[in-house]
Protein backbone atom coordinates (compact mmCIF):
# COMPACT_ATOMS: atom_id res chain seq x y z
CA UNK A 1 0.00 0.00 0.00
CA UNK A 2 2.98 2.39 1.33
CA UNK A 3 4.68 1.66 -2.61
CA UNK A 4 1.65 2.56 -4.14
CA UNK A 5 0.75 5.60 -2.06
CA UNK A 6 4.12 6.74 -3.48
CA UNK A 7 3.74 5.48 -6.86
CA UNK A 8 6.64 3.40 -6.68
CA UNK A 9 4.23 0.51 -7.87
CA UNK A 10 1.91 2.13 -10.47
CA UNK A 11 -1.90 0.52 -9.41
CA UNK A 12 -2.93 -1.69 -12.04
CA UNK A 13 -6.40 -1.09 -10.84
CA UNK A 14 -8.39 1.02 -8.51
CA UNK A 15 -7.07 4.39 -7.26
CA UNK A 16 -5.70 6.29 -4.21
CA UNK A 17 -7.53 9.79 -3.82
CA UNK A 18 -6.25 12.28 -1.48
CA UNK A 19 -8.38 15.30 -0.52
CA UNK A 20 -10.51 13.97 -3.82
CA UNK A 21 -7.28 14.07 -5.72
CA UNK A 22 -6.07 10.30 -7.85
CA UNK A 23 -2.45 10.10 -6.55
CA UNK A 24 -1.86 8.88 -10.57
CA UNK A 25 -3.25 12.41 -11.81
CA UNK A 26 -0.49 14.39 -9.53
CA UNK A 27 3.23 14.52 -10.74
CA UNK A 28 5.87 12.41 -9.00
CA UNK A 29 7.62 15.09 -7.58
CA UNK A 30 4.85 17.40 -6.01
CA UNK A 31 3.28 13.65 -4.78
CA UNK A 32 6.46 12.70 -3.44
CA UNK A 33 7.14 16.37 -1.73
CA UNK A 34 4.02 16.46 -0.03
CA UNK A 35 4.03 13.41 1.77
CA UNK A 36 7.08 12.40 4.26
CA UNK A 37 8.10 8.66 5.72
CA UNK A 38 9.99 7.43 8.40
CA UNK A 39 11.48 4.07 7.77
CA UNK A 40 12.14 1.08 9.17
CA UNK A 41 15.89 1.32 8.47
CA UNK A 42 16.84 4.50 8.12
CA UNK A 43 20.08 5.70 5.69
CA UNK A 44 21.56 8.88 6.08
CA UNK A 45 24.05 10.77 3.50
CA UNK A 46 27.41 10.73 4.10
CA UNK A 47 27.53 13.95 4.68
CA UNK A 48 26.86 17.35 7.56
CA UNK A 49 23.97 16.50 10.09
CA UNK A 50 22.59 19.91 8.69
CA UNK A 51 22.76 18.38 5.23
CA UNK A 52 20.69 15.50 6.29
CA UNK A 53 18.14 17.46 7.93
CA UNK A 54 17.63 19.91 5.39
CA UNK A 55 19.29 19.08 1.89
CA UNK A 56 17.80 22.05 -0.29
CA UNK A 57 18.24 24.72 2.96
CA UNK A 58 15.28 25.97 3.28
CA UNK A 59 15.33 25.95 6.94
CA UNK A 60 16.55 28.33 9.28
CA UNK A 61 19.14 27.53 12.05
CA UNK A 62 16.60 28.47 14.58
CA UNK A 63 13.66 25.64 12.60
CA UNK A 64 16.98 23.03 12.94
CA UNK A 65 17.41 23.32 16.58
CA UNK A 66 13.79 23.24 17.26
CA UNK A 67 13.40 20.09 15.31
CA UNK A 68 16.24 19.02 16.96
CA UNK A 69 15.08 19.81 20.39
CA UNK A 70 11.36 18.07 19.57
CA UNK A 71 13.15 14.93 17.98
CA UNK A 72 15.11 14.68 21.51
CA UNK A 73 18.38 15.09 19.39
CA UNK A 74 19.32 18.71 20.63
CA UNK A 75 21.05 17.04 23.41
CA UNK A 76 23.48 14.96 21.31
CA UNK A 77 24.02 17.54 18.72
CA UNK A 78 25.12 20.22 21.32
CA UNK A 79 27.10 18.03 22.47
CA UNK A 80 29.56 17.74 19.47
CA UNK A 81 32.04 19.84 18.82
CA UNK A 82 30.78 20.63 15.39
CA UNK A 83 27.40 21.23 15.96
CA UNK A 84 24.48 20.80 13.58
CA UNK A 85 28.25 20.33 11.15
CA UNK A 86 28.18 16.75 12.96
CA UNK A 87 29.74 14.56 9.83
CA UNK A 88 27.48 11.42 9.22
CA UNK A 89 29.35 8.58 8.19
CA UNK A 90 28.49 6.18 5.24
CA UNK A 91 24.75 5.79 5.83
CA UNK A 92 24.97 7.41 9.13
CA UNK A 93 26.94 4.53 10.92
CA UNK A 94 28.39 6.83 13.22
CA UNK A 95 24.73 7.01 14.45
CA UNK A 96 22.76 4.35 16.65
CA UNK A 97 19.64 3.21 14.29
CA UNK A 98 17.46 5.05 17.27
CA UNK A 99 19.50 8.42 16.63
CA UNK A 100 19.43 7.97 13.02
CA UNK A 101 15.22 7.38 13.60
CA UNK A 102 15.18 10.50 14.88
CA UNK A 103 17.28 12.42 12.43
CA UNK A 104 14.18 11.10 10.05
CA UNK A 105 11.94 12.24 12.66
CA UNK A 106 13.63 15.98 12.63
CA UNK A 107 13.10 15.59 9.12
CA UNK A 108 9.83 15.34 9.28
CA UNK A 109 8.77 17.57 11.69
CA UNK A 110 10.79 20.59 9.60
CA UNK A 111 8.86 19.07 6.30
CA UNK A 112 5.51 19.26 8.09
CA UNK A 113 3.72 16.96 5.72
CA UNK A 114 0.01 16.53 5.61
CA UNK A 115 0.85 12.74 5.50
CA UNK A 116 3.05 11.05 7.66
CA UNK A 117 4.34 7.61 7.04
CA UNK A 118 5.87 5.16 9.76
CA UNK A 119 7.19 2.29 8.02
CA UNK A 120 7.81 -0.01 11.40
CA UNK A 121 9.99 2.86 12.50
CA UNK A 122 10.19 1.89 15.79
CA UNK A 123 11.01 -1.78 14.90
CA UNK A 124 14.66 -1.69 16.03
CA UNK A 125 15.21 0.43 18.46
CA UNK A 126 14.30 0.81 22.59
CA UNK A 127 11.13 1.21 24.20
CA UNK A 128 12.33 4.89 25.27
CA UNK A 129 13.06 5.67 22.19
CA UNK A 130 10.12 4.68 20.86
CA UNK A 131 8.35 6.74 23.26
CA UNK A 132 9.81 9.71 22.59
CA UNK A 133 8.89 9.44 18.41
CA UNK A 134 4.92 8.64 19.64
CA UNK A 135 4.53 11.37 21.97
CA UNK A 136 6.10 14.20 19.39
CA UNK A 137 3.94 12.43 16.78
CA UNK A 138 1.38 12.66 18.58
CA UNK A 139 1.96 16.29 19.72
CA UNK A 140 3.03 17.69 16.28
CA UNK A 141 1.26 15.42 13.72
CA UNK A 142 -2.03 16.03 15.53
CA UNK A 143 -3.51 18.10 12.42
CA UNK A 144 -1.84 14.85 9.92
CA UNK A 145 -3.07 11.89 8.61
CA UNK A 146 -0.36 9.30 9.92
CA UNK A 147 -0.42 6.04 8.45
CA UNK A 148 1.72 3.48 10.77
CA UNK A 149 2.98 0.14 9.71
CA UNK A 150 3.62 -1.81 12.97
CA UNK A 151 3.96 -5.18 15.13
CA UNK A 152 4.22 -3.43 17.99
CA UNK A 153 0.40 -2.72 18.63
CA UNK A 154 1.22 -0.82 22.09
CA UNK A 155 2.32 2.10 19.45
CA UNK A 156 -1.18 2.21 17.89
CA UNK A 157 -3.85 1.51 20.42
CA UNK A 158 -4.91 4.49 20.87
CA UNK A 159 -5.30 5.31 16.72
CA UNK A 160 -8.51 6.53 15.29
CA UNK A 161 -8.26 3.22 12.95
CA UNK A 162 -6.52 0.27 12.22
CA UNK A 163 -6.23 -1.69 9.09
CA UNK A 164 -6.01 -5.66 9.43
CA UNK A 165 -3.55 -7.61 6.60
CA UNK A 166 -3.95 -11.21 6.30
CA UNK A 167 -1.95 -12.59 3.06
CA UNK A 168 -2.43 -8.84 1.49
CA UNK A 169 -5.96 -8.97 1.77
CA UNK A 170 -7.72 -6.21 4.21
CA UNK A 171 -9.23 -8.79 7.13
CA UNK A 172 -10.58 -6.32 9.44
CA UNK A 173 -11.12 -2.16 9.74
CA UNK A 174 -12.13 -0.24 12.51
CA UNK A 175 -11.00 1.48 15.99
CA UNK A 176 -8.98 -0.26 18.31
CA UNK A 177 -11.35 -0.90 20.71
CA UNK A 178 -14.32 -1.77 18.44
CA UNK A 179 -11.59 -4.80 16.68
CA UNK A 180 -11.33 -5.44 20.14
CA UNK A 181 -14.61 -6.07 21.31
CA UNK A 182 -15.33 -7.99 17.82
CA UNK A 183 -12.47 -10.37 19.06
CA UNK A 184 -11.32 -11.37 15.52
CA UNK A 185 -7.95 -11.24 13.99
CA UNK A 186 -6.64 -8.05 15.92
CA UNK A 187 -8.30 -8.97 19.46
CA UNK A 188 -6.10 -12.23 18.73
CA UNK A 189 -3.32 -10.28 18.25
CA UNK A 190 -3.70 -7.69 20.97
CA UNK A 191 -4.65 -10.59 23.20
CA UNK A 192 -1.04 -12.45 22.58
CA UNK A 193 0.51 -8.93 23.20
CA UNK A 194 -0.94 -8.50 26.95
CA UNK A 195 -3.06 -5.62 25.40
CA UNK A 196 -6.52 -7.02 25.84
Known amino acids: ?9 EAAEGEIR ?3 LNV ?3 GLHDLRSQLTIIPQDPILFS ?3 RMNLDPFGYYSEEDLWRALELSHLHTFVSSQPAGLDFQCSEGGENLSVG ?3 LVCLARALLRKSRILVLDEATAAIDLETDDFIQATIRTQFESCTVLTIAHRLNTIMDYTRVLVLDQGMIAEFDSPANLIAARGIFYGMARDAGLA
Not at 1 to 9: S, V
Open 1 to 9: MTLCLFRIL
Open 18 to 20: IDG
Open 24 to 26: ADI
Open 47 to 49: ASL
Open 99 to 101: QRQ
